[in-house]
């Protein structure tokens, strides 16, 4: 069975990944056995550093893409989809 490693999701809520949805998405990531990235355009992040995640600088409309190191994390994957897709809770 193959497991996509990666999904595309874009940032619907009205302030972007700011400090506080980065510390969100940052919490969920770090329960994660391997790495997690996400990656805007050329730049990529470690999604378990909340500043690393606010280099990214993005906003409403853009369209990150989250990445895991390994097949077992994809329960981590779907739960960041969630809450990007949920627009961090706001």
Known sequence: ???????????????GLHA??????AKIAQNADGNIWVQ???T???AKQVLDLL???AGPGDRV????EKASDIKTLNQIAA????GFGE
């Not at 996509?4 to 874009?10: F, G, M, Q, R, V």
């Not at 809450?83 to 949920?86: C, D, E, W």
Request: glycine content about 6%; aromatic content about 0%.
């Open 1 to 15: 069975m193959d497991v996509k490693l990666h999904t595309d999701l874009d940032i619907v809520n009205e302030l």
């Open 20 to 25: 506080r949805s980065a510390a969100k998405l």
């Open 40 to 42: 805007l355009g050329d």
């Open 44 to 46: 990529i992040a470690d």
């Open 55 to 57: 280099t990214l600088a």
């Open 65 to 68: 893409r989250v990445r895991i």
């Open 83 to 86: 809450l990007i897709t949920g």
